[in-house]
């Protein structure tokens, strides 16, 4: 019995791509949508979502952002007005042709990010630098058309937010940039459990379209790379492309300087492969959509179910996502399938529990289990959650610090990678030597550490002296 | 002064189309779009949406509903499994044929409403009467290529919840139908101050694919109908088509019973020609963005500016939603500014109202104007706000009560149409009838009340004697 859902998982240190697979389907996370490439949100997986979505747009709103909604569809033209944006999104891009069974004049884009389109309304709206900042965030669902998708990871369709700033100076949009980076940096810590490295992006990483670009990357237990989030700082290209100017205190016409930054439902693929185990899901209780589960033990017992309620409604009327399981299936069924739903604690009452006015908790993340008295059990329970929580960060940390390596040369970095480790290296910044390491090992530069003190003159990767050593992390991606 | 924001709205009882036009762009509620038909929806506007997301999604849960996610794009296929539906929602439909640089095999439909997509899956995932009943939501964007547009009543994108639920017994689906029928009704009174008509709408006017729909219309100050929100009962009509079938407790294989209800975005222009005035709009304080506006008097006078952030953080901390308009421009400016906005309550406080431990309040929607202590000032804000809620629910009742005439024939039909009223008729549910009144008044049924008591035998239209006379409401619609 103890197996059953444990077999129909594959072995994650086998076959990683399947155990991922495996786990979002079985734990009804997400399945796939009839058109190839997308994906639907089952109700669990959007209750992460909609955990990820509120403790975000309380910061956003914290930090002086408002929600608005912009259309979905973009004229083409209005794409092409920024050459190295359209550029980039131009292959990737759905169309709309007819519409009310008319051929359209203009072939319409479904937005695969919106600056474009803020950018035509920045224009119209702003006059003077008593407009500005314009501090401006959206929910949204975007389309890119993409040849090999995974639920989450890589998707045609997806759910974002995406930020779009306008300021009056370079500073401000400089700051921003960061601001927001961090921001993303404290959430991945605070909520999500996830250590993550940032550090601005390459030249061949960057958005196409910005003058540069700053992501969060986090580490799967299979080595690899998430890019979790990224800013960018426009400057002002996408203002002269969209001629967004504005009257200066000094009565100067100025060009505004502009930020965008955006993450995505990939961050529930993280948190999957930063957390999970051979047993399922491990669920970060910031975002789990249950927090504790609540298993009877000889249900039919008299005052066992109601025991049961009492605890739930106790727990929830403390803002503790709760919930009771009372189908007719066994405690031990029971358990295996919240453990691999990733429910971070599981709450096991039965009649003799009741006579010592005590519970049996078990923890999710590192199996420890307690027997615990009634009262103040809201309290006991906060606790164990704000623990699982640091359990987490540290194992993740701990995992993430154990498969970071110094690579001095090429061939430390070949091992490194080999063995599923991020290469830490120094770097001149050299798009010949970021070519190579991609040729070689299909491994991509994910972040330069430029606060990071350089551990040697040379490159790690052509080994010649570095005119501009940067600290860099080198991993295989998804 | 006093007049420079009215003089900039069109006259409400001269020209409500421009009244309208006018109040939703200078008080920056919405723009129009790059692509013809489409919103821009603006902070103050999608603020409202949020705040009316916050409250129907809590009630929806409340009720044991649980939100997902489905995909935008719909094979053209999926959508012609139901012919009634296909013919209902293809001459609208907008449709992707290109992604990434390709030519698409079949075209793909930009979701108008997902009950086919939603069934393609259920007809997956639903085998046994203990999977039942699936009561899901969704918060997204649907498309609908309309002709004539007009922000936020009908656009070619709009923003809306669509309900989809599964049931094992007709009954169960036809009660889900009203319960929800009921939640919008009480939701529109409770929150949007917003009395509605609710009941069952003709064959006619029905959702393409349901048995029955349900709907709730509300009145606004044209003497229009606005229809707010519906409820469908599809009976078996979907799972058939669609092939959702099930295992019943009694050993039978039975097709499942299905319902679906949304609102949308259209429920801010609702709340804008219900309560709105010359002076531009008048909030619902459940919903309004900003409840309370502080204006500052003499606000360079030392302490007023410090005095007024203290009123500020006091209010916010007990969560009324506050803006301190600390702008160098007049009181003068800002009272018409915010009147015009429909912030339900303005704040004055000035050196001699700091003196005397008292601020001036007047409130939007009566235009009363009241000193009160500092002292406990949330909880005199908060029964304002209450009170203020309950006068625009009964002034617009009223309103409504008074612009609802009992019509015996048609010559009381079309001067009640001609005087900007609603219809109530006495109707056979003959569509021959139904025809008529649109032919000649360009009126439509909009809902049948069918609780309550006939007033005569004979139809208020043709004047014939009804087999089976329903009390019914005729009206000139949105």
Not at 114 to 132: A, N, Q, V
Not at 185 to 206: C, H, I
Not at 242 to 271: E, H, M
Not at 390 to 410: P, Q, V
Request: aromatic share 10%; glycine share 6%.
């Amino acid at each position: 019995m103890a197996n059953q859902f444990v077999k129909e998982i594959a072995d994650i240190n086998q076959d990683f791509p399947q155990w991922y697979t495996d786990v979002v389907k079985k734990t009804e996370l997400v399945d796939y949508g009839p058109v190839k490439g997308t994906m639907v949100i089952r109700p669990y997986g959007y209750g992460i979502w909609e955990n990820i979505q509120r403790e975000l747009d309380a910061r956003f709103k914290a930090t002086g952002h408002k929600n608005v909604y912009f259309p979905l569809l973009i004229p083409i033209s209005l794409l092409q007005k920024e050459a190295e944006h359209v550029e980039g999104f131009a292959p990737e891009v759905a169309l709309v042709t007819k519409g009310g069974s008319e051929e359209l004049a203009e072939p319409l884009v479904v937005r695969p990010t919106s600056e474009t389109i803020f950018c035509s309304m920045f224009s119209k709206w702003i006059e003077s630098y008593r407009d500005l900042p314009y501090k401006y965030n959206q929910w949204a669902n975007v389309m890119r058309w993409e040849k090999t998708t995974r639920p989450f990871l890589r998707t045609s369709e997806f759910l974002w937010q995406e930020g779009h700033t306008v300021h009056a100076t370079k500073e401000e949009a400089e700051k921003e940039t960061i601001d927001m980076l961090y921001l993303y940096r404290d959430f991945a810590r605070e909520v999500l459990a996830l250590p993550v490295y940032v550090g601005q992006k390459s030249e061949k990483e960057k958005f196409a379209g910005a003058l540069a670009t700053f992501g969060m990357e986090a580490m799967m237990k299979d080595g690899k790379s998430l890019q979790a989030g990224t800013t960018h700082n426009f400057a002002d290209k996408f203002s002269r492309a969209y001629d967004i100017k504005f009257l200066d205190k000094d009565g100067v016409l100025k060009y505004a300087w502009q930020t965008s930054w955006g993450v995505s439902t990939r961050l529930i693929g993280a948190l999957i492969m930063a957390h999970g185990d051979q047993r399922g899901l491990v669920l970060p209780p910031k975002v789990a959509p249950i927090q504790v589960v609540i298993v009877p033990i000889a249900s039919k017992k008299p005052g066992v179910l109601e025991a049961c309620q009492k605890v739930m409604q106790q727990l929830q009327e403390k803002g503790i996502r709760t919930h009771l399981d009372d189908s007719d299936q066994s405690p031990g069924w029971k358990f295996n399938q919240w453990e691999m739903k990733g429910v971070p604690l599981r709450l096991e009452l039965g009649p003799r529990d009741i006579e010592n006015n005590v519970a049996v908790i078990a923890e999710r993340c590192d199996n420890q289990k307690h027997t615990v008295s009634l009262d103040d059990l809201d309290k006991t329970i906060a606790e164990l959650l704000d623990k699982t929580h640091e359990n987490m960060y540290n194992k993740a940390l701990e995992f993430r610090n154990e498969h970071t390596r110094i690579c001095h040369n090429m061939e430390e970095i070949e091992q490194a990678l080999n063995e599923n480790c991020f290469a830490k290296v120094v770097w001149d910044v050299d798009a010949k030597c970021e070519a190579l390491v991609k040729e070689k090992f299909q491994a991509t530069v994910r972040v330069m550490l430029k606060e990071e003190q350089p551990f040697q003159e040379t490159c790690s990767i052509c080994g010649h002296k570095c005119e501009n050593p940067v600290v860099t992390l080198i991993a295989r991606a998804y």
